[in-house]
């Protein structure tokens, strides 16, 4: 039988990477893993949604707000479970949590790493069978070993992360994850229930010809916002342009996109809610990481929104990320 030894899976590159630092104590390469799992744990409840009782709303609201979808409780139970059981993580913050959540038992108030994770991103179109997602980061905790987590060991600047990721359960389910190293890119091969090595290293484009925004809030923008949006629609062929419109409604599916692509995301605040929607510490601190590791930018459309210190769990922020060229195009019109 052939062996195609050019195959490598998400647990395979983890190891290798662990072996190019002698000191790694290798929590960090367990913690990707035990993420790896849990994710394959939802596709499966995502690729079989429509044939069980699992579809639409849980009937509670989450912190935010917002209804919770039934995958979206299963998502979060999952990616908690596996990391509670896990050795590398003391401890969580969910967006579909009120408040942290320390692991208090011995082995995790000894780990050093905590994870913040929106667990299915984009539920809002579960039911019409859409790309959705997960998002997770990872932080190295600030306070002692030895005792469980503090609500300061989350509380920390984007820049800090470790580590930064995203599932996307579309067409195909792959995982992406950054790390100060790099941005690669697994695919899952169901063949095999593994993750295995299908992008690596990822830079995204200087330029794309992508803009990703919700126009029907077009009105809603500041002027400098609605300004990039007309010269987006303006551009000639001499300049770049025009510029196209792709808007999914699913964050981790547009980002992806716009990574692999060349592009531009953009949720700004509105008159209504000038903060924005996304989550900083959730959604908007790990995609930024992963952009930026990959060659691109991200702001909140005043400062890095990696240097951003957050004040609160639920913090929401405006963002606008992308590759290097769009972005410094955007920065032109504030």
Known sequence: MNVDHKVQTLDEFTIQQMRDFPHATGELSSLLRDIGLAAKRVNVEVNKAGLVDILGDAGTVNVQG???????????????????????????????LDDFFPFDDPVSNNSKYVCLFDP?????????????????????????????????????????????????????????????????GF?????????????????????????????GNFFQYEEPVKRYITNCQKKDKTNGGPYTQRYIGSMVADVHRNLIKGGIFMYPGTLEKPKGKLRLLYECNPCAFILEVAGGKATDGKQRILDVQPTELHQRSPLFIGSKGMMEELEGCF
């Open 187 to 215: 695919t899952l091969d169901p063949s095999i229930g593994e993750f295995t090595m299908s992008h690596p290293t990822i830079r995204t484009p200087e330029f794309g010809r992508i803009y990703s925004v919700n126009h």
């Open 66 to 96: 917002e209804d919770v979808k039934k995958l979206d409780i299963y998502a979060n139970n999952q990616f908690m479970g596996v990391l509670k059981h896990g050795i590398s993580c003391g401890g969580i913050a969910s967006e579909e």
């Open 120 to 184: 299915l991103d984009g539920s809002g179109n579960i039911d019409t069978n859409v790309s959705i997602g997960t998002i997770f980061s990872v932080y190295r905790r600030v306070t002692p070993k030895g005792a469980p987590v503090q609500e300061i060991d989350f509380l920390q600047p984007g820049r800090d992360q470790v580590a930064a990721g995203y599932i996307v359960y579309g067409s195909s389910t792959m995982l992406v994850y950054a790390t100060r190293r790099g941005v690669n």
